[in-house]
């Protein structure tokens, strides 16, 4: 038994003998209080996900055996896109990849070419992709429309399919721009006076 113990059994007998605290009201409730519960996710736990840098194809138009998929960009909050990496699965029920087309006058830089490679990094399938690099230079690449991929129908008559999925690869910001250091130049002494040939020895006769 411990001091604590013997010391509230003591304080109670006083209590009890004094008639401050009543026999016939001896009566106590336990009352479990459990700890707050706060929301994880509200709060920022492991199951909030962050906003990511996107690239969407919407649905696809068509016109003369045609198909374009026009694509709209989204910058991950806080993040300043100045390139994009990423690559398209093509889209079943296409001919071909044909090109990337951005709008007249767009200052963005795109390269986009079709390969073939293995699904997934293994040889149990094949896959064929559009891989684009999209370049903004100095510059930012600001939300919205960057152009449309256009892919060639088997027929003229045949529908638009379903828009694939980019996936973005990776990104980087916006290019510095370096100021070249000319080089330095090395000194040039001043030249020194000149040598008179016709300084010679001289001998003197008494």
Same mark, same amino acid.
């Given at each position: 038994?411990?001091? !604590?113990?013997?010391? !509230? !059994? ?9 008639? +401050? ?14 700890? *707050? ?6 709060? #920022? ?11 969407? $194809? ?6 003369? #055996? ?8 989204? +910058?991950?909050?806080?993040?300043? @896109? ?29 390269? +986009? ?15 064929? @992709? ?9 510059? @930012? ?5 960057? #152009?449309? $991929? ?22 980087? *910001? *916006? ?19 000149? +040598?008179?040939?016709? @300084? ?7």
């Amino acid at each position: 038994m411990t001091f !604590r113990t013997i010391f !509230r !059994r003591f304080l109670l007998a006083a209590l009890l003998v004094s008639g +401050a605290f009543p026999l016939w009201s001896h009566h106590y409730e336990v009352v479990a209080i459990a700890p *707050p519960q706060g929301n994880t996710e509200a709060a #920022g736990g492991a199951g909030e996900r962050k906003g990511e840098t996107k690239l969407v $194809l919407t649905t696809g138009r068509t016109e003369r #055996g045609v198909v374009s998929f026009p694509m709209e960009f989204t +910058a991950a909050p806080g993040e300043t @896109v100045g390139a994009i990496r990423a690559e398209v699965p093509v889209p079943e029920g296409v001919a071909k990849f044909l090109k990337l087309v951005v709008p007249r006058g767009s200052p963005l830089k795109v390269t +986009a070419k079709q390969v073939n490679r293995n699904r997934g990094g293994t040889t149990s399938g094949k896959e064929t @992709v559009v891989e684009l690099n999209i370049s903004g230079g100095r510059h @930012v690449i600001p939300d919205g429309g960057i #152009g449309a $991929l256009q892919f060639s129908l088997p027929q003229r008559e045949s529908s638009a399919p379903q828009p694939p999925v980019v996936r973005v690869l990776g990104t980087s *910001p *916006p290019q510095t721009e370096q100021v070249e250091t000319p080089a330095e130049t090395p000194l040039e002494l001043p030249p020194g006076p000149v +040598a008179n040939p016709s @300084v010679g020895c001289f001998f003197f006769s008494h």
